[in-house]
């Protein structure tokens, strides 16, 4: 049986999860959950549980690896061996270098880096359940772990994907979706000014499944996106309500 003739989408037009071409999975997100970072955040999204820990700034060392006109911005995703169905073998590969590297791309578009010369923003990314969509959920909880952290931005950046699925363009692909379907697209954006921050395109799409892919990640983007303000907003203002108390 060829991949296409899966079927993903039924004649009602609900996915496997029961889902509709354009609904989003179940998002959970949680500002400043560890005590020794600087900013951090745990996100579920669908199948996905994703934990970020950011340090910094700080001096970055070695000290060849300073810039001295900005700070760096280094992301490091890493999934655990237990994320997956099959153990992962542990440590770098290829696939997470980069991952970490359009990561660290993107964070870099959105933290006003030309503040802290010759300092690094560390930014760790452990994926602790994967089902799709994991650099989307990793940088999600990296702009929320960043402003938990206090790091100047000119925006929290967001991230969302649309795909193809038996021949229609749909949002978020889940697990089988991500394995079977046609093409994913990774859509990363500054909500404010609708700066692109990553793209990324598995699989194939015409140009118009291509436009209609984009736009349906980017209205993903900014749903995600007052999730984010949401959980920062619960953090925040309950530090506020004791700060009241006193
Ligand atoms: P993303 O997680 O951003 O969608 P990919 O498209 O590369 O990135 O991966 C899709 C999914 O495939 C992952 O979310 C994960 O569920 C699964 N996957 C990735 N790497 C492995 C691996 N080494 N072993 C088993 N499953 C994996």
Known sequence: MMKSDI???NSEGKRLDGRSPEDLRKIKI???VLHRADG???LEWGGNKVLVAVYGPREAVPRHCQNPL????QARY???AFSVEDRKRPGPDRRSVEIS???????????????FPRATVDVNIEVLDAEAGTRCAGLTAAGVA?????IPMRDIPVACAAGKINGQVVLDLGNEEDNLGEADLPVAISPRTGEVLLLQMDGHLTFDEFNKAF???VKGCHIVSDLQKKAIMHKYQSVVAAEVQE
């Open 215 to 217: 736009d349906l990640a």
């Open 30 to 32: 949680e500002a400043g």
């Open 146 to 150: 960043l402003v938990d952290a206090g």
């Open 40 to 42: 951090s955040c745990y």
């Open 78 to 80: 890493n999934m655990a």
């Open 101 to 115: 590297k359009v990561i660290s791309e993107a964070l870099e578009r959105v933290i006003l880096t030309e503040q």
């Open 7 to 9: 079927k993903l989408i």
């Open 70 to 73: 900005r700070a760096i911005v």
